[in-house]
């Protein structure tokens, strides 16, 4: 648990076909500036990501973004 001082939020994101035709690894995802992913979860494994990092659709990112910047789900 993150303390209550802490301006941030946590989110998940699912990786879609569509997100993957504009950026295909991390580095060239658009996120909002104070974002990062924490951890990838491809199928059963947790993946600790790095910028070149080649997503897959069905990717679950956790992130944690500035409260300001949080990241809204494409779901």
């Known amino acids: 648990e993150l ?8 989110s998940d994101m699912t990786v879609t076909q569509e997100m993957l035709e504009k950026a295909d690894t991390l580095k060239n995802m658009n996120l909002p ?12 494994k947790f993946l600790v990501p790095n910028g070149t990092l080649k997503l897959h ?19």
Do not use: W
């Open 57 to 75: 659709a069905g990717d679950k990112l956790l992130l944690i973004s500035e409260k300001e910047n949080e990241v809204k789900s494409e779901e």
């Open 33 to 44: 500036k104070g974002t990062l992913v924490m951890i990838v979860k491809r199928k059963s």
């Open 3 to 10: 303390p209550e001082d802490i301006d941030s939020e946590l």
